[in-house]
């Protein structure tokens, strides 16, 4: 990957063009079947561009109560757009359904703001990344579009997805109006994301960039990352989701802890009354793992193309006896 970026061919994004970034973002919208893509710093800035584009100022975007624009964006609609965000929460299960948004939509009135808005994730990073399936998924889109909202997709896994189900990434795509990808994530690019969509919208998406501070020159040497880790990573995302597995298993139990069994490469583990994340965290780190604190009782594994079955097993151990302890 970093032979491929030392070697790219760039241009000027911002003036005629960067040559790299145009090959990646063609391949892009092959691959989920839109229009057009864009190439952007990070998923943050591409999600926050695609509610510009889709919210009305003064209106709500319906989201998950632990999707990542509610949770890890920095109240940005409300920031930039002038949006508030309504979190809807699932009834059944880890993940919202059509179900739930009808019932999170608010009754039309006069005193109360008008929803203009749907965003969906897949996976979904605060539910474990855990996989809304197709059919989920579409019924989803057809509950915001008849309400007459936009639908976007927050798709930054969207890769383990596909991975995980076998369900063409196009497919997942067609459900939302837009939707962002990530690359620094399971494909192991260092930088970017992408929004795609409709042509005439990512035009308008081009000029949101360039106003969020998005515009870059010679990108073509981070996008040859991002291009690399499409082509040579996106078909070895199962040995991750196995390697979840493998670490689930072995920390179940431990300590009183019950991780929840992953759908994808993402592990997140409960642990027992009296216990508290930052001293896992910590006991795991003195033995060579690094953990994330995802709530005062809930702690985080991700596993990645860096960590190969035997640090999986490993690390399954380690962590293990340090939630005995």
């Given at each position: 990957?970093?032979?491929?970026?030392?070697?790219?061919e760039?241009?000027?994004?911002?003036?005629?063009?960067?040559?790299?970034?145009?090959q990646?973002?063609?391949?892009?919208?092959?691959?989920?079947?839109?229009?057009?893509?864009?190439?952007?710093?990070?998923?943050?800035?591409?999600?926050?561009?695609?509610?510009?584009?889709?919210?009305?100022?003064?209106?709500?975007?319906?989201?998950?109560?632990?999707?990542?624009i509610?949770?890890?964006?920095?109240a940005?609609?409300?920031?930039?757009?002038?949006?508030?965000?309504?979190?809807?929460?699932?009834?059944?299960?880890?993940?919202?359904?059509?179900?739930?948004?009808?019932?999170g939509?608010?009754?039309?009135?006069?005193?109360?703001?008008?929803?203009?808005?749907?965003?969906?994730?897949?996976?979904?990073?605060?539910?474990?990344?855990?996989?809304?399936?197709?059919?989920?998924?579409?019924?989803?889109?057809?509950?915001?579009?008849?309400?007459?909202?936009?639908?976007?997709?927050?798709?930054?896994?969207?890769?383990?997805?596909?991975?995980?189900?076998?369900t063409?990434?196009?497919?997942?795509?067609?459900?939302?109006?837009?939707?962002?990808?990530?690359?620094?994530?399971?494909?192991?690019?260092?930088?970017?994301?992408?929004?795609?969509?409709?042509a005439?919208?990512?035009?308008?998406?081009?000029?949101v960039r360039?106003?969020?501070?998005?515009?870059?020159?010679?990108?073509?040497?981070?996008?040859?990352?991002?291009?690399?880790?499409?082509?040579?990573?996106?078909?070895?995302?199962?040995?991750?989701?196995?390697?979840?597995?493998?670490?689930?298993?072995?920390?179940?139990?431990?300590?009183?802890?019950?991780?929840?069994?992953?759908?994808t490469?993402?592990?997140?583990?409960?642990?027992?009354?009296?216990?508290?994340?930052?001293?896992?965290?910590?006991?795991?780190?003195?033995?060579?793992?690094?953990?994330?604190?995802?709530?005062?009782?809930?702690?985080?594994?991700?596993?990645?193309?860096?960590?190969?079955?035997?640090?999986?097993?490993?690390?399954?151990?380690?962590?293990?006896?340090?939630?005995?302890?």
């Amino acid at each position: 990957m970093r032979m491929a970026m030392a070697n790219a061919e760039v241009g000027d994004d911002v003036l005629e063009g960067d040559p790299t970034v145009r090959q990646l973002e063609t391949e892009v919208a092959r691959l989920l079947g839109k229009d057009a893509a864009l190439y952007f710093p990070s998923g943050t800035m591409a999600n926050q561009t695609a509610i510009w584009m889709h919210a009305e100022p003064g209106t709500e975007v319906l989201c998950d109560a632990r999707a990542h624009i509610y949770d890890w964006e920095g109240a940005g609609a409300s920031v930039f757009r002038g949006a508030q965000l309504r979190t809807v929460t699932p009834a059944i299960g880890e993940t919202i359904r059509a179900s739930d948004v009808e019932r999170g939509l608010r009754a039309p009135s006069r005193y109360a703001p008008r929803a203009t808005l749907l965003c969906m994730e897949n996976t979904h990073n605060g539910a474990g990344g855990a996989v809304t399936p197709l059919a989920d998924l579409q019924a989803l889109g057809d509950a915001g579009r008849a309400a007459g909202l936009k639908v976007h997709m927050d798709g930054a896994r969207l890769w383990n997805a596909h991975a995980a189900t076998g369900t063409p990434l196009a497919d997942f795509a067609a459900t939302a109006d837009t939707v962002m990808v990530s690359f620094s994530k399971g494909l192991g690019a260092p930088v970017g994301a992408a929004l795609v969509g409709p042509a005439e919208l990512m035009a308008d998406a081009w000029e949101v960039r360039k106003r969020f501070g998005g515009g870059m020159r010679q990108a073509g040497i981070i996008a040859a990352g991002a291009l690399y880790g499409l082509q040579q990573n996106l078909n070895r995302l199962h040995l991750d989701h196995a390697n979840a597995a493998t670490f689930a298993a072995l920390v179940h139990g431990a300590g009183g802890a019950r991780p929840v069994t992953p759908d994808t490469n993402i592990v997140m583990i409960d642990l027992r009354a009296g216990q508290r994340s930052s001293d896992v965290v910590a006991a795991a780190a003195a033995g060579g793992v690094a953990l994330s604190g995802w709530s005062a009782t809930r702690v985080r594994a991700v596993f990645h193309l860096d960590v190969s079955a035997s640090d999986a097993a490993e690390a399954g151990r380690i962590v293990a006896a340090a939630l005995a302890a």
